[in-house]
């Protein structure tokens, strides 16, 4: 299979007054399409960073991460803005919905800067919020969603513009054990139904030996190991 | 997205902060609306001037003087260099000068100046104004085509006299209504009807300087001057006076040319007019006043008059350094506006960075899913446009309203300090100043919301998402 993301000696440096933490110390990888791919570590080994990077929210420092071929190092900050757009969907912990829209509204916004019409828009949103079995739950605003639901309606709206690729930082790291069980197999539902590839931070090691097709270990901004699963669907 | 979008997503996002918003706007509208009534209020100035000359065909008015005089230096206190001028005088302004102008074919009318101080006395009252000789033709031309009342002089010999309000005021009569006029005016003054008024005689009294007082002849110990009286009909009224004209222009008394030539009279404006003056007719006069049929001949016959060694003076270039004068008063009331629009663009900032502060998470989950920093400045922009607009347009409703308001005071202000002139209108509001007044609305507004747009552009998504 064709590879889709391509990290090489990636790294990234945040610089905290005289000493410079490295939060990325030469990451180099590759994911294949179709593959998912989970991302463990402890706190702080560079996760997060490496997520944000591939999703074209943060820059490394040095080295190399293509998508699709691309180099997102080399990119100005409009293609920067349209991979972010139409390449990857992001979800994240805390949803980061906002909280002055509805459901609706929130999974229309990466369409509207996209720049489809409003009736376009706000159909593909309701069919969205349909497979993700939110249909009763569109013109409620984030505050009187669940967690589950409003995880749900994030996914949703990471899924608007058909991005080849959902980066999810510890998606079920708000949730309790059931709800999180429901999001998890949602996600492994995409991946296996509509060749989504998904990389996913975790802290959860048996949820993504579950799921995954490889566990990539974090160390101090290091892969420091890459383990095969054999996922039994 | 679209512009339908950003107005959508900048409406929404004022309308969840509605009282700040509100604020930040009525500040702009306090801004609109000083600039407008300022301004407004300058180009009234300017209007009613400019009216007041054209009523009375100012424009097309020379006056032509028989000496290339140099006036600075009169002005100046030299009289003897202006005086050197006089000595160069080469063309006597006789009447066959008169008839020379009166030949071009540019010139409607022209008519020698003659104007002098009289007494007047009319039902036992009386009181100083002067006396100005105007042919009968003039009536044919503004302002003397429209009377208040009666008529103009039927002929240049008639024994007729036209009053002006001001004259009627000033030997204490009033053509208005009693219960029109205010309480003093009616203690004061006393109410005639005008038919009572037109066909009745006035008296006219001038001072002749007496030869055999002067030179002692007669031993009664009085000045050497004595009073003639000349009887005259009042043929007409002059119209209500706009309020902007003052009583040098519209006040005073008028005579028909034959006539006012023949009133006895000694006029001692000046030692030097006294010991200069010779006789009209061979000498010369002192002005004429011409006429012209359109204003475009006005450059070209002055050359023609300067040309033939006349002095030659337009109203229409004093119009110009009054013009002048306006620009000036208008630039200043506008920098008064201009200065409530800077503190209200302060206002759009400060509203516009807080916002910005408010929503930094909202920013990052935006770029998140893909906006652009140019779509994120269009956003904040669009922002301060709606502001811009919506005060600009309630801010210009503003200014009309007070300036309607303070006309209506002003005009009942001048009633009631017994204002002989008709209601007038002190504000001016044209096209250009409401267009203008909802553009620079607009500018000052996105000028304000640049910085901030600009600064919400660059908010760094990570940061921002981490932002509570
Ligand atoms: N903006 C920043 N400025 C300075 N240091 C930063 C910044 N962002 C991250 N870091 C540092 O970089 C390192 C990696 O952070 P990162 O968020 O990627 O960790 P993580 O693996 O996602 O941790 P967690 O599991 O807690 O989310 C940490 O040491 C963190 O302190
Ligand atoms: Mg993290």
């Known amino acids: ?233 | 997205m679209s512009l339908f979008d950003l107005l959508r997503f900048s409406l929404e996002n004022l309308r969840r902060t509605k009282l700040r918003t509100l604020l930040t706007t009525l500040g702009v509208i306090i801004g609109i609306g000083a600039l407008v009534s300022m301004v407004s209020f300058g180009a009234g100035l300017q209007r009613n001037v400019t009216e007041t000359f054209a009523a009375n065909d100012l424009f097309t008015t020379l006056r032509v003087f028989p000496v290339k005089m140099k006036i600075e230096e009169a002005l100046s206190g030299n009289l003897a260099g202006a005086m050197d001028g006089m000595q160069q005088k080469t063309r006597a302004l006789d009447d066959s000068a008169l008839a020379l102008i009166a030949a071009m074919p540019e010139v409607a009318i022209v008519f020698p100046e003659n104007t002098f101080p009289v007494r007047v006395r009319f039902l036992g009252r009386e009181t100083n104004t002067t006396l100005r000789c105007l042919p009968a033709a003039m009536g044919a031309y503004k302002p003397y085509d429209k009377m208040g009342w009666g008529a103009f002089f039927t002929s240049d010999s008639a024994h007729e006299v036209i009053l002006s309000y001001y004259t009627l005021g000033q030997l204490h009569l009033s053509l208005d209504p009693a219960e029109k006029d205010s309480a003093e005016t009616r203690r004061t003054h006393r109410h005639i009807p005008v038919d009572s008024l037109i066909g009745a005689e006035i008296e006219v009294i001038t001072s002749v300087f007496d030869l055999g007082q002067a030179l002692g002849l007669s031993s009664n110990g009085q000045a050497p001057f004595s009073e003639r009286v000349t009887r005259l009909r009042i043929a007409g009224i002059r119209p209500k006076p706009h309020a902007f004209s003052s009583p040098q222009t519209e006040g005073g008394i008028l005579a028909p040319m034959v006539t006012g030539k023949k009133i006895p009279r000694f006029v001692f404006t000046s030692m030097w007019n006294m010991l200069s003056r010779r006789n009209q007719a061979t000498e010369g006069y002192d002005v004429l006043y011409v006429r012209l049929k359109k204003l475009s001949d006005l450059g070209p016959v002055r050359k023609r008059l300067q040309a033939l060694n006349f002095s030659v003076f337009a109203l229409a270039d004093q119009f110009d350094e009054i013009r002048r004068g306006f620009l000036m008063i208008d630039m200043a009331l506008g920098a008064v506006g201009a200065i409530a629009l800077i503190v209200a663009s302060l206002g759009i900032i400060n509203t516009m960075v807080m916002s910005i502060l408010e929503r930094t998470r909202e920013i990052g989950v935006m770029k998140a899913v893909g906006a652009s920093g140019r779509q994120i400045q269009s956003i904040f922009f669009f922002e301060a446009g709606v502001i811009g607009v919506l005060g600009g347009c309630l801010g210009v409703a503003l200014g009309w309203l007070v300036s309607r308001l303070a006309n209506w005071i002003a005009n009942i202000w001048m009633a009631r300090q017994g204002g002989a002139g008709a209601e007038i209108d002190f504000f001016y509001l044209p096209i250009w100043l409401i267009v203008g007044a909802l553009l620079f609305s607009l500018l000052v507004s996105l000028l304000a919301g640049w910085y901030p747009a600009a600064r919400a552009s660059r908010i760094n998504p990570v940061e921002a998402l981490r932002h509570d």
């Open chain 1, 1 to 233: 299979m064709a590879v889709l993301i391509e990290a090489i000696d990636l790294y990234k440096q945040y610089r905290k007054g005289e000493t410079a933490v490295a939060a990325l110390a030469g990451v180099t990888f590759a994911v294949k399409a179709g593959e998912f791919i989970s991302l463990v570590g402890r706190s702080g080994s560079g996760k997060s960073t490496l997520l944000n990077i591939i999703g074209g929210l943060d820059s490394a420092t040095s080295g190399q991460i293509k998508v699709r071929g691309c180099d997102l190092t080399a990119m100005d900050r409009e293609s920067l803005a349209l991979h972010r757009r139409n390449v990857v969907g992001m979800i994240f912990q805390s949803f980061n919905l906002i909280p002055s829209r509805t459901a609706v509204e929130n999974v229309e916004l990466p369409m509207v800067f996209a720049g489809a019409s409003r009736a376009q828009r706000r159909r593909r949103a309701e069919e969205l919020l349909d497979l993700m079995g939110l249909a009763l739950r569109k013109h409620h605003r984030p505050a009187e969603l669940s967690g589950g639901e409003a995880q749900r309606v994030a996914i949703a709206r990471a899924l608007a513009n058909r991005p080849a690729i959902l980066l999810a930082d510890e998606p079920t790291g708000n949730l309790d054990s059931r709800t999180a069980v429901e999001i998890l197999d949602l996600l492994l539902q995409l991946n296996q139904e509509r060749r989504l590839t998904i990389l996913m931070v975790t802290h959860d090691e048996p949820a993504a030996a579950r799921l995954s097709h490889r566990m990539l270990h974090m160390l101090d901004g290091e892969i420091v190991q890459q383990q095969e699963l054999r996922r039994t669907t």
